[in-house]
């Protein structure tokens, strides 16, 4: 058994390589409820699949739902009665250990990053075009916060979004992991940033180059005359209507969140309707799950050494507080992303 396995943490036997790792063993939204440390067996590779020493994981939104199995609609694929994987890390940067069979391209001792399942580990096994080399100006902390939700924002706000220079370009959640690199990317396209937040974020998304902020909590960001050629909803939660109404006759929305605490779908339902309202309007109304693959990760390097765009990191969690990582999380106070640090014994 690997720790692909299906249920609890196995003991290890007689000849078994171990690793210290985060175990969870069933489904909780209290991250203390069921995020503990102990030891698994490494990873076993498959054809295509690279053996990364794990050096930081990367901590978001994603891992809430993992860990809590919430919405429902995640199950399928996280496990329908208890947890597929071990622990719910999923991005990670790291040292090659070894390569698997049919693997090129990679050796032991690169310094990589990218996405790879139960990454709360010493070790994870990565998909070989799920990594890419780690950018050399960063440090592991900080590339392990990159992978997914660099991702998101690249595509949502140049392919999906196809935000063009002088255009007006409006992000809410713009001080949260998706939200600080889409803050940044647009104003690397030229765009004029309207960036939205909570009071004691505003300075901080306007230091990655927004050039005007609004504060949600004193201000609705959608009332007035301003029309915006695209939207990046990360955190709204508004309304589709309200939404349509801000933008320009020709403008373009984009959902990549604003969930709500529904079990069945959290949020994913206006996202969903969004999508079949969009061919029945001017506007193009739309949302997207995010690629993981190495061609974007490459692109992301050269951004971060063209200096265009830096991942923000408000704090780093050694492994054997993962649980508290993930509360923090949740508390709301988080600007950028958030760490989890392997020793390297």
Request: with cysteine; net charge positive; glycine share 12%.
């Given at each position: ?8 943490p196995i003991a ?6 171990t ?12 991250p203390?409820?069921?995020l503990?440390?102990?030891r ?5 590779l ?7 020493r794990v050096?930081a ?7 809430w ?10 199950r399928p694929?996280?496990?329908m ?24 391209g990679f ?9 790879a ?28 916060t ?6 998101t ?8 979004g196809?935000?063009?220079p ?16 889409a ?6 396209l ?7 937040a ?8 306007r ?8 504060d949600?909590t ?20 508004r ?9 320009t ?12 605490d ?18 029945f309007?001017?506007r193009?109304l ?26 923000v ?7 054997t ?5 993930v509360r923090h999380?949740?508390d ?12 390297l014994?």
């Amino acid at each position: 058994m690997t720790d692909r396995d299906a249920g609890a943490p196995i003991a290890a036997e007689g000849g078994i390589e171990t690793m210290a790792a985060v175990v969870q063993e069933r489904y909780d939204t209290r991250p203390e409820a069921v995020l503990r440390t102990g030891r698994l067996p490494r990873p076993e590779l498959r054809p295509g699949e690279v053996l990364v020493r794990v050096r930081a994981a990367g901590v978001d939104r994603g891992t809430w739902h993992l860990m809590a199995g919430l919405p429902y609609a995640v199950r399928p694929v996280s496990g329908m009665r208890r947890p597929k994987l071990p622990n719910p890390g999923r991005t990670v940067a790291g040292v090659v250990e070894r390569i698997g069979p049919d693997v090129t391209g990679f050796a032991p001792g690169d310094e990589v990053y990218g996405t790879a399942p139960a990454a709360f580990a010493e070790f994870a096994a990565a998909r070989a075009d799920r990594i890419a080399p780690k950018p050399t100006g960063l440090t592991f902390e900080e590339a392990a916060t990159v992978p997914i939700s660099g991702l998101t924002a690249l595509q949502a706000v140049r392919d999906k979004g196809r935000i063009r220079p002088g255009q007006q370009v409006l992000i809410t959640g713009a001080a949260g992991g998706v939200g600080t690199f889409a803050v940044q990317l647009a104003h690397h396209l030229g765009a004029h940033v309207t960036a939205v937040a909570s009071s004691r974020k505003l300075d901080a998304v306007r230091a990655l180059g927004a050039d005007r902020v609004i504060d949600y909590t004193r201000e609705d960001f959608l009332a007035g005359p301003q029309r915006y050629d695209a939207i990046v909803d990360i955190a709204g939660n508004r309304n589709l209507r309200d939404l349509c109404r801000a933008l320009t006759p020709r403008g373009r929305l984009v959902i990549t969140g604003g969930e709500t605490d529904g079990r069945l779908l959290g949020g994913t339902d206006r996202q969903l309707r969004a999508q079949l309202l969009s061919p029945f309007v001017r506007r193009h109304l739309g949302t997207f799950i995010a690629s993981e693959h190495a061609d974007g990760l490459s692109e992301l390097t050269t951004l971060i050494d063209a200096g265009a765009i830096r991942p923000v990191v408000d704090r780093a969690y050694p492994l054997t507080e993962a649980a508290a990582a993930v509360r923090h999380l949740l508390d709301g106070t988080v600007i950028g992303k958030l760490a989890v640090t392997v020793p390297l014994d």
